[in-house]
């Protein structure tokens, strides 16, 4: 930890005592890092272990952190931030669920997605996993996706390690005939933006968190397509959802295309193997 950023975090305790200190998480460059005072007061912290890009993910997880927070209270709040340090509420978590969890993540979810706009982007770039996502304000959803989001991490994998050529050739005529396969204009919608099991937390029965948001305005299902991608939402989450805003009934086949963004993006920043689930996306895609 660099000296700016552990003496910020010494005047924001000040007198109080620290009692532990837990790193939570050290990835993609940012550490985070759970902080206990012997008042049993509790806090997170986000710094960079080495800053060396110019796109600051602190900056901008703070900024979508002031702008959920006017939406709903599952944001943790924020105590202190600068271009170096984010501090936020601890969330006590558990992951134990009650047998409502999947209607009560349904109607929170829906709090965010009724927020919408006339344009897909937001007025600040976002990230995902410190990932800068460019968020510049654009008039077809389908140029949006494929621009700002599929071909985006397609050309991250490219430029540091490819996938095999018969994967790339299959996204590339995927990338070149997107506009005939998803939506092109539904309405923007206010999305959370990395909504992944690992960002939603229980806490004995009780939802008590949406983390790590990366928000802008885009379509609904993209974020529908990331929570059924590992099965973690079910038929009455979609039920009670679609009751508000209602699924479209193409969905089914564009599904893994949203799928393939999210797919990619764990290619990238987690591991290779998920190439295999590449695969089997463009398999479902049939292309």
């Known amino acids: 930890m660099n000296k700016i950023v552990e003496n910020q975090i010494a005047n924001y305790v000040s007198d109080k005592k620290i009692k532990t200190r837990k790193i939570l998480s050290n990835s993609f460059n940012m550490i985070c890092e759970k902080i206990l005072l012997k008042n049993n007061e509790a806090f997170v912290v986000k710094y960079y272990q080495n800053k060396k890009e110019e796109f600051n993910s602190i900056i901008s997880e703070k900024n979508s952190l002031s702008y959920l927070a006017n939406i709903t209270s599952l944001v943790p709040k924020i105590k202190f931030n600068s271009n170096e340090l984010l501090i936020i509420d601890y969330i006590e978590n558990n992951n134990i669920k009650d047998k409502n969890y999947q209607i009560i993540l349904a109607e929170e979810i829906l709090k965010i997605h009724q927020n919408t706009h006339e344009k897909y982007g937001f007025k600040f770039d976002s990230q995902i996993g410190a990932l800068k996502q460019k968020n510049e304000f654009t008039d077809n959803w389908d140029i949006f996706f494929?621009?700002?989001?599929?071909?985006?991490?397609?050309?991250?994998?490219?430029?540091?390690?490819?996938?095999?050529?018969?994967?790339?050739?299959?996204?590339?005529?995927?990338?070149?005939?997107?506009?005939?396969?998803?939506?092109?204009?539904?309405?923007?919608?206010?999305?959370?933006g990395d909504l992944w099991a690992g960002n939603i937390l229980y806490n004995n029965g009780?939802?008590?968190g949406l983390i790590d948001p990366g928000i802008f305005f885009g379509h609904n299902e993209l974020e529908i397509a990331y929570l059924t991608w590992f099965n973690f939402v079910n038929e009455e989450f979609i039920k009670v959802y679609s009751n508000i805003i209602p699924i479209e009934r193409e969905y089914f086949e564009y599904e893994p295309i949203y799928q393939l963004y999210?797919?990619?993006?764990?290619?990238?920043?987690?591991?290779?193997?998920?190439?295999r689930d590449v695969e089997k996306l463009l398999n479902k895609i049939k292309i």
Request: hydrophobic fraction near 40%; glycine fraction near 0%.
């Open 146 to 192: 494929r621009d700002k989001r599929l071909n985006s991490i397609f050309e991250l994998i490219n430029n540091d390690n490819p996938m095999a050529s018969h994967i790339n050739q299959r996204i590339e005529k995927l990338l070149k005939n997107i506009h005939n396969l998803i939506p092109n204009n539904p309405i923007p919608r206010l999305l959370h």
């Open 206 to 208: 009780k939802l008590v």
């Open 262 to 275: 999210y797919c990619l993006l764990n290619v990238h920043l987690w591991d290779r193997t998920y190439i």
